[in-house]
C-alpha cells in the first residue's frame, strides 16, 4: 500500500490500482480526491469535508463512491444519488478494495460550551498494513493499529494529550496530520515530543510526500 500526505488531514492510499481519499478538506488541495475511487469522510467541519472536492473526484469517476457519517451523508446524497453511503461506529466495509473498519462516534471536547458533532475513524486494511484515521478525535480501536495517523495540532488537544494517544493506540509508526495550524518554526518541537516520547516510529510528510507500507 501507498501512502500519500496531502495538505492538512488528507491522506491517499493506492494498492492494485485504485485509490482511497480520506478527508478532503478546505485546507487540502483542489487535485486531493482526483482520480480517487473511493472517498471517506469522518466529520462535517470544513477542514475535513469539502463538497466541491467531492464533487472533483465524482465527476472524474462515475464509479467512484462515498462513505461517511450520517451528518455528512445527509448533506450530500442529493447531489450525489446513490453514491452516498452511511456509516457508524462498528460497522465495516470494502471501498476500492480496501477493507474499513469504523470505529468511534464523536468528535473531541473542543470546549465545554460548544456542541459535540458526531465524528468517526477509519481502520483501513486491518491486519498487517492497518492504518488509523481517527478524523478529530482519540479513538482507540479494538484492533490492532500498524500506521496511525496522528492529529498533531488542532483546537481541541494538546501535544501531551497527543504523546500519551500514540502510547495507548502503540503503532509500529505514527505519521502526523491534522498539521496546517503548525508553522515551520515549531514543527520541530512537535516532531521532538512525539518521536521521544510516544513509543513508535514517527514521520511527517510535506504534501504530495508519503511512503511505502
Not at 495540532?153 to 495550524?181: C, G, T
Not at 518541537?189 to 513508535?200: F, M, P, R, S
Amino acid at each position: 500500500m501507498k501512502l500519500t500526505k496531502k495538505s492538512h488531514a488528507c491522506v491517499r492510499l493506492e494498492k492494485d490500482d485504485r485509490t482511497l481519499v480520506i478527508d478532503p478538506g478546505g485546507f487540502s488541495e483542489q487535485d486531493a480526491t482526483l482520480g480517487a475511487d473511493a472517498v471517506l469522510v469522518t466529520h462535517e467541519h470544513p477542514d475535513h469535508f469539502d463538497e466541491n472536492h467531492l464533487r472533483t473526484a465524482l465527476d472524474a469517476n462515475p464509479a467512484a463512491e462515498i462513505w461517511t457519517l450520517r451528518a455528512v451523508a445527509e448533506k450530500i446524497a442529493a447531489a450525489f444519488p446513490g453514491r452516498v453511503h452511511t456509516v457508524g461506529h462498528g460497522d465495516t466495509f470494502t471501498a476500492a478494495g480496501f477493507d474499513v473498519q469504523v470505529h468511534g462516534e464523536l468528535h473531541a471536547v473542543i470546549h465545554p460550551d460548544l456542541p459535540r458533532v458526531t465524528n468517526v475513524g477509519f481502520l483501513v486494511d486491518p491486519g498487517a498494513t492497518a492504518v488509523f484515521h481517527p478524523g478529530d478525535a482519540l479513538t482507540v480501536p479494538e484492533q490492532p493499529v500498524q500506521t496511525l495517523l496522528v492529529p498533531v495540532m488542532a483546537p481541541w488537544n494538546k501535544v501531551s494529550e497527543v504523546i500519551e494517544y500514540v502510547r495507548e493506540v502503540k503503532p509500529q509508526r505514527a505519521f502526523d496530520i491534522h498539521d496546517a495550524l503548525l508553522n515551520d518554526l515549531a514543527r520541530p518541537i512537535y516532531d521532538t515530543h512525539i518521536a521521544n516520547l510516544g513509543g513508535a516510529e514517527h514521520a511527517r510528510f510535506a504534501s504530495g510526500d508519503g511512503t511505502e507500507l
